[in-house]
């Protein structure tokens, strides 16, 4: 029996990309793969939010595009991930 996960990202209408699915069903295959991504992405998703914590003090100024992409990428982070 099949298990579909509705991601935050899937509600927000982020396409669905085959490699990216395919890479994550070889990973999910692997013990401990899965975790090890899950891991990876949230420690990538604290060090975005950061780097904007570290805009809106002041420390650095980001361009404006670089910026949106970093908010639209924490965006996407799923709660539960935090």
Known sequence: M???L?????RAGVANDPML?????????????????LHA????SRA??????A??????ELPADVRTRLEGA???TPPWLG
């Open 48 to 53: 975005l939010r950061l780097v904007l914590e």
């Open 21 to 37: 699915d395919g890479l994550m069903r070889e990973a999910l295959g692997v013990p401990g793969a899965g975790a090890a991504l």
């Open 41 to 44: 992405f949230a420690a990538q």
């Open 2 to 4: 099949a298990v579909e």
């Open 74 to 76: 924490v965006a996407l």
């Open 6 to 10: 509705q991601t935050e990202g899937a």
């Open 55 to 60: 805009e809106a003090l002041g420390a650095t």
